[in-house]
Protein backbone atom coordinates (compact mmCIF):
# COMPACT_ATOMS: atom_id res chain seq x y z
CA UNK A 1 0.00 0.00 0.00
CA UNK A 2 2.64 2.64 1.13
CA UNK A 3 4.94 2.01 -2.11
CA UNK A 4 2.30 3.11 -4.62
CA UNK A 5 1.48 6.22 -2.49
CA UNK A 6 4.42 7.48 -2.39
CA UNK A 7 5.71 6.37 -5.64
CA UNK A 8 2.67 8.44 -7.12
CA UNK A 9 3.62 11.59 -4.98
CA UNK A 10 6.89 11.42 -5.97
CA UNK A 11 5.36 11.65 -9.86
CA UNK A 12 3.00 13.99 -9.12
CA UNK A 13 5.64 16.77 -7.59
CA UNK A 14 8.16 16.09 -10.19
CA UNK A 15 5.04 17.05 -12.70
CA UNK A 16 4.26 19.80 -10.94
CA UNK A 17 7.96 21.00 -10.71
CA UNK A 18 8.41 20.60 -14.63
CA UNK A 19 5.47 22.71 -14.97
CA UNK A 20 6.83 26.07 -12.70
CA UNK A 21 10.05 25.47 -14.60
CA UNK A 22 8.44 25.37 -18.32
CA UNK A 23 5.71 28.18 -17.28
CA UNK A 24 7.09 30.30 -14.49
CA UNK A 25 8.42 34.13 -15.73
CA UNK A 26 11.92 35.08 -15.48
CA UNK A 27 12.25 36.99 -12.37
CA UNK A 28 13.44 40.68 -12.65
CA UNK A 29 17.53 41.11 -12.30
CA UNK A 30 17.02 41.68 -8.61
CA UNK A 31 18.61 39.49 -6.05
CA UNK A 32 15.83 38.86 -4.30
CA UNK A 33 13.91 37.53 -6.66
CA UNK A 34 16.31 34.99 -7.87
CA UNK A 35 16.88 33.98 -4.06
CA UNK A 36 13.34 33.26 -4.40
CA UNK A 37 12.96 31.57 -7.43
CA UNK A 38 16.26 29.11 -6.02
CA UNK A 39 14.50 28.60 -2.67
CA UNK A 40 11.46 27.41 -4.84
CA UNK A 41 13.02 24.93 -6.68
CA UNK A 42 15.54 23.76 -3.91
CA UNK A 43 12.00 23.05 -1.62
CA UNK A 44 10.81 21.14 -4.62
CA UNK A 45 13.88 18.88 -5.08
CA UNK A 46 13.15 18.67 -1.15
CA UNK A 47 9.83 17.23 -1.81
CA UNK A 48 10.56 14.93 -4.63
CA UNK A 49 13.54 13.51 -2.86
CA UNK A 50 11.65 13.05 0.56
CA UNK A 51 8.56 11.59 -1.02
CA UNK A 52 11.06 9.16 -3.07
CA UNK A 53 12.90 8.07 -0.16
CA UNK A 54 9.65 7.66 1.96
CA UNK A 55 9.48 4.92 -0.48
CA UNK A 56 10.99 1.31 1.84
CA UNK A 57 12.99 -0.55 -0.87
CA UNK A 58 14.49 3.16 -2.34
CA UNK A 59 15.28 3.80 1.36
CA UNK A 60 16.56 -0.04 1.69
CA UNK A 61 18.49 0.53 -1.72
CA UNK A 62 20.54 3.67 -0.46
CA UNK A 63 21.43 2.17 2.72
CA UNK A 64 23.13 -0.97 0.10
CA UNK A 65 24.64 1.33 -2.23
CA UNK A 66 25.70 3.67 0.63
CA UNK A 67 26.82 0.33 2.62
CA UNK A 68 26.05 2.21 5.65
CA UNK A 69 22.96 1.23 7.78
CA UNK A 70 20.46 4.18 7.82
CA UNK A 71 22.35 6.57 5.41
CA UNK A 72 18.56 6.57 3.46
CA UNK A 73 16.73 7.78 6.93
CA UNK A 74 20.19 10.76 6.78
CA UNK A 75 19.20 11.57 3.08
CA UNK A 76 15.19 11.87 4.09
CA UNK A 77 16.18 14.05 7.31
CA UNK A 78 18.21 16.65 4.96
CA UNK A 79 15.89 16.64 2.15
CA UNK A 80 12.69 16.99 4.31
CA UNK A 81 14.54 19.41 6.48
CA UNK A 82 15.17 21.48 3.33
CA UNK A 83 11.28 21.43 2.28
CA UNK A 84 10.66 23.30 4.96
CA UNK A 85 13.53 25.66 5.63
CA UNK A 86 12.79 26.33 1.43
CA UNK A 87 9.22 27.15 2.88
CA UNK A 88 10.54 29.98 5.20
CA UNK A 89 12.96 31.39 2.26
CA UNK A 90 10.20 31.28 -0.34
CA UNK A 91 8.45 34.00 1.82
CA UNK A 92 11.11 36.32 3.39
CA UNK A 93 11.01 38.36 -0.23
CA UNK A 94 7.36 38.97 0.34
CA UNK A 95 8.12 39.33 4.47
CA UNK A 96 10.95 41.17 5.30
CA UNK A 97 12.32 44.51 4.28
CA UNK A 98 14.69 44.64 1.15
CA UNK A 99 17.50 45.51 3.89
CA UNK A 100 16.83 42.15 6.05
CA UNK A 101 16.46 39.99 3.72
CA UNK A 102 20.23 38.60 3.18
CA UNK A 103 20.16 38.60 6.97
CA UNK A 104 16.93 36.49 7.50
CA UNK A 105 18.13 34.42 4.74
CA UNK A 106 21.50 33.81 6.40
CA UNK A 107 20.12 33.52 10.13
CA UNK A 108 17.18 30.13 8.92
CA UNK A 109 20.50 28.60 6.72
CA UNK A 110 22.40 28.76 10.15
CA UNK A 111 19.67 27.42 12.30
CA UNK A 112 19.16 24.72 10.00
CA UNK A 113 22.93 23.67 9.34
CA UNK A 114 23.45 23.45 13.40
CA UNK A 115 20.51 21.21 13.64
CA UNK A 116 22.04 19.26 10.75
CA UNK A 117 25.18 19.15 11.83
CA UNK A 118 23.99 17.61 15.70
CA UNK A 119 22.22 15.31 13.20
CA UNK A 120 25.45 14.18 11.39
CA UNK A 121 27.21 14.04 14.73
CA UNK A 122 24.35 11.83 16.32
CA UNK A 123 24.63 9.45 12.89
CA UNK A 124 28.21 8.31 13.17
CA UNK A 125 26.66 6.24 16.55
CA UNK A 126 23.61 4.76 15.31
CA UNK A 127 23.89 1.47 13.91
CA UNK A 128 20.16 0.76 13.10
CA UNK A 129 18.97 0.25 9.15
CA UNK A 130 16.68 2.76 7.52
CA UNK A 131 13.44 0.32 8.09
CA UNK A 132 14.12 0.94 11.77
CA UNK A 133 14.73 4.68 12.07
CA UNK A 134 11.64 4.72 10.42
CA UNK A 135 9.57 2.58 12.72
CA UNK A 136 8.40 3.89 16.16
CA UNK A 137 9.89 0.74 17.69
CA UNK A 138 13.13 1.72 19.75
CA UNK A 139 16.15 0.04 18.73
CA UNK A 140 19.14 2.17 21.27
CA UNK A 141 18.98 5.29 22.76
CA UNK A 142 21.56 6.68 20.56
CA UNK A 143 18.88 5.62 17.67
CA UNK A 144 16.06 7.27 19.74
CA UNK A 145 18.25 10.56 19.78
CA UNK A 146 18.33 10.29 16.60
CA UNK A 147 15.01 10.25 15.31
CA UNK A 148 13.64 12.31 18.12
CA UNK A 149 16.36 15.89 17.36
CA UNK A 150 14.56 15.34 13.34
CA UNK A 151 11.30 15.12 14.35
CA UNK A 152 11.57 17.85 17.08
CA UNK A 153 12.81 20.51 14.26
CA UNK A 154 10.15 19.26 12.02
CA UNK A 155 7.36 19.50 14.59
CA UNK A 156 8.67 23.27 15.02
CA UNK A 157 9.13 23.87 12.46
CA UNK A 158 6.09 22.50 10.33
CA UNK A 159 4.13 24.93 13.31
CA UNK A 160 6.19 28.21 11.85
CA UNK A 161 5.52 27.43 8.55
CA UNK A 162 1.69 26.97 8.77
CA UNK A 163 0.92 30.18 10.31
CA UNK A 164 3.18 32.00 8.41
CA UNK A 165 1.26 30.98 5.13
CA UNK A 166 -2.02 30.54 6.78
CA UNK A 167 -1.33 34.50 7.55
CA UNK A 168 -0.60 35.15 4.10
CA UNK A 169 -3.45 33.33 2.44
CA UNK A 170 -5.79 34.89 4.63
CA UNK A 171 -4.08 38.48 3.59
CA UNK A 172 -3.88 37.53 -0.03
CA UNK A 173 -7.50 36.89 -0.05
CA UNK A 174 -9.70 39.96 -0.80
CA UNK A 175 -7.42 41.03 -3.93
CA UNK A 176 -5.31 37.98 -5.35
CA UNK A 177 -7.88 34.92 -4.75
CA UNK A 178 -5.51 33.18 -6.95
CA UNK A 179 -2.06 33.53 -5.11
CA UNK A 180 -4.78 32.80 -1.82
CA UNK A 181 -5.32 29.46 -2.65
CA UNK A 182 -1.34 28.68 -3.34
CA UNK A 183 -1.19 29.85 -0.24
CA UNK A 184 -4.09 27.99 1.60
CA UNK A 185 -3.06 24.80 -0.13
CA UNK A 186 0.39 25.09 0.71
CA UNK A 187 -0.93 25.79 4.68
CA UNK A 188 -2.85 22.33 3.89
CA UNK A 189 0.47 21.00 2.75
CA UNK A 190 2.69 21.92 6.37
CA UNK A 191 -0.15 21.18 8.83
CA UNK A 192 -0.19 17.74 6.73
CA UNK A 193 3.41 17.52 7.49
CA UNK A 194 2.95 18.50 11.29
CA UNK A 195 0.66 15.68 11.23
CA UNK A 196 3.32 13.70 10.09
CA UNK A 197 5.81 14.55 12.52
CA UNK A 198 3.78 14.63 15.77
CA UNK A 199 2.88 11.49 14.44
CA UNK A 200 5.92 9.77 14.50
CA UNK A 201 7.17 11.82 17.55
CA UNK A 202 3.91 10.46 19.81
CA UNK A 203 4.77 7.15 18.49
CA UNK A 204 8.75 7.13 19.31
CA UNK A 205 7.58 8.78 23.03
CA UNK A 206 4.83 6.69 23.59
CA UNK A 207 7.24 3.20 22.79
CA UNK A 208 9.65 4.67 25.13
CA UNK A 209 7.29 4.36 27.82
CA UNK A 210 6.28 1.22 27.39
CA UNK A 211 2.85 2.42 26.24
CA UNK A 212 2.89 1.58 21.94
CA UNK A 213 0.50 3.25 20.15
CA UNK A 214 -1.54 1.38 17.76
CA UNK A 215 -0.02 0.00 14.97
CA UNK A 216 -3.04 1.92 12.43
CA UNK A 217 -0.21 5.17 13.25
CA UNK A 218 2.69 3.86 11.75
CA UNK A 219 0.84 2.30 8.80
CA UNK A 220 -1.65 4.17 7.70
CA UNK A 221 -1.53 7.76 9.49
CA UNK A 222 2.61 8.18 8.92
CA UNK A 223 2.72 7.33 5.65
CA UNK A 224 -0.49 9.27 4.10
CA UNK A 225 0.28 12.52 5.87
CA UNK A 226 3.98 12.23 4.52
CA UNK A 227 3.57 11.39 1.23
CA UNK A 228 0.37 14.65 0.73
CA UNK A 229 2.61 16.84 2.75
CA UNK A 230 5.25 17.00 0.18
CA UNK A 231 2.71 16.82 -2.91
CA UNK A 232 0.34 19.28 -1.54
CA UNK A 233 3.05 21.88 -0.21
CA UNK A 234 4.71 21.39 -4.19
CA UNK A 235 1.17 21.81 -5.56
CA UNK A 236 0.46 25.30 -3.61
CA UNK A 237 3.28 26.44 -4.82
CA UNK A 238 2.98 25.99 -8.41
CA UNK A 239 -1.19 26.62 -8.76
CA UNK A 240 -0.64 30.48 -9.19
CA UNK A 241 2.36 30.15 -11.97
CA UNK A 242 -0.19 27.14 -13.61
CA UNK A 243 -3.19 29.45 -13.10
CA UNK A 244 -1.62 32.46 -14.00
CA UNK A 245 0.66 31.00 -17.47
CA UNK A 246 -1.81 28.81 -18.81
CA UNK A 247 -5.51 29.15 -18.05
CA UNK A 248 -5.20 33.31 -17.94
CA UNK A 249 -4.13 35.09 -21.23
CA UNK A 250 -0.33 34.69 -22.31
CA UNK A 251 -0.18 38.87 -22.26
CA UNK A 252 -1.53 38.90 -18.39
CA UNK A 253 0.51 35.87 -16.70
CA UNK A 254 3.63 37.80 -16.03
CA UNK A 255 2.30 41.15 -15.26
CA UNK A 256 -0.19 39.57 -12.35
CA UNK A 257 2.70 37.22 -11.33
CA UNK A 258 4.84 40.62 -10.38
CA UNK A 259 1.82 42.36 -9.30
CA UNK A 260 0.54 39.33 -6.58
CA UNK A 261 3.93 39.36 -5.83
CA UNK A 262 4.46 42.75 -4.91
CA UNK A 263 0.93 42.36 -3.23
CA UNK A 264 1.66 40.16 -1.24
CA UNK A 265 5.01 41.44 -0.01
CA UNK A 266 3.03 44.92 0.82
CA UNK A 267 -0.05 43.11 2.98
CA UNK A 268 2.42 40.75 4.68
CA UNK A 269 4.08 43.78 6.09
CA UNK A 270 1.08 45.49 7.73
Not at 54 to 62: D, E, F, I, N, T
Not at 159 to 183: E, F, K, N
Not at 218 to 245: D, K, N
Request: hydrophobic content about 55%; charged content about 10%; aromatic content about 10%.
Amino acid sequence: MDTPLFGASALLIALATATYLAYSPQPPHQEPFHMARRARVVLFAGAFTSAFLLVPPVAAAVDEVSRQDGMGTLFFNLASGLTVLSMHLVTVYWTHPATRIRRAIASYICFFGAVMAVQVWEFRSVHASSAELFSATASSATADAFVLTHLGFLDVMAVAVSLQYAALAHATWPRWRVAAAGLAVTTLGGLLGLAYSLARTGAAIADLTGQPWPDAVETHVVPITGALAALFVTAGLTLPTVVQRIFLPHNQSVTGRAVKDDAVRRIALL
